[in-house]
């Protein structure tokens, strides 16, 4: 059973500041999705990767794909309280259903 | 287009008690899901569908059971409601296509609580 750890689980920082969160995997990643899940709402997609290596820019977000495809990194830079959330990478999976394997998340809490 | 509801929004039921979720999406996507979430534990996978008339177990079934009778609803129930159940429940749905990775759309969610 593939497992998906998320680091840190919680990080509040001040506005203005940047940071990183992980996502580390017990094996192969299919492909890499990262969501983000606003209080009282579901979770909504920000980005897929899929091969190893790559990166992709969303405005301030930075999304890192491992070249092995076991790990994966989001930097935010310059935060904003917007960006407050849970942020969870998913792996989706080779299987008739599509599933999708989520991580615990990292809450980010970014104060004004 | 609403996109995928959940009803209803909260709800707080007592041992033994049973109920059912409703899910309703707009966007005639075959595949839908149950997932739970619970503090620290991400999302986790309850019971899925990849059509009308058809489901199977996620990861956690135990204690649930699902029915797909029209494309567009995806019912979650719980025959006899235990503390251990208490949880934020929410549905997704996504396309039928071969690229693997295609987003899911979730709903709002469910905040459920067994007493």
């Known amino acids: 059973t593939q497992l998906l750890e998320q680091s840190p689980q919680f990080l509040s920082i001040q506005e203005g500041e940047n940071l990183t969160v992980y996502c580390n995997s017990s094996?192969?990643?299919?492909?890499l999705q990262w969501y983000r899940q606003e209080p009282g709402e579901g979770p909504v997609l920000l980005v897929t990767?899929?091969?190893?290596?790559e990166v992709k820019k969303l405005k301030r977000l930075t999304f890192q794909f491992g070249d092995a495809r076991k790990d994966s990194s989001l930097h935010i830079t310059a935060a904003q309280p917007g960006d407050t959330g849970l942020y969870l990478c998913a792996d989706g999976s080779h299987n008739a259903g599509n599933m999708l394997t989520f991580g615990g998340g990292t809450r980010l809490m970014v104060k004004p | 287009n609403a996109g995928v509801t959940q009803t209803p929004k909260f709800r707080v039921l007592k041992t033994g008690q049973s109920m059912t979720l409703l899910c309703a999406q707009d966007?005639?996507?075959?595949?839908m899901y149950w997932y739970r979430q619970d503090p620290g534990m991400g999302l986790r996978l309850i019971h899925y569908s990849v059509g009308e008339g058809t489901t199977a177990k996620g990861e956690v079934p135990d204690g649930y059971n699902v029915s797909r009778l029209k494309k567009q609803n995806f019912l979650l129930g719980l025959e006899s409601a235990a503390p251990s159940q208490t949880s934020v429940y929410f549905c997704a749905s996504r396309k039928s296509s071969w690229r693997l990775y295609n987003e899911q759309f979730f709903g709002p969610g469910t905040r459920l609580t067994v007493l």
């Open positions: 094996s192969v990643f299919s492909s």
């Open positions: 966007m005639n996507h075959e595949y």
């Open positions: 990767v899929v091969t190893g290596g």
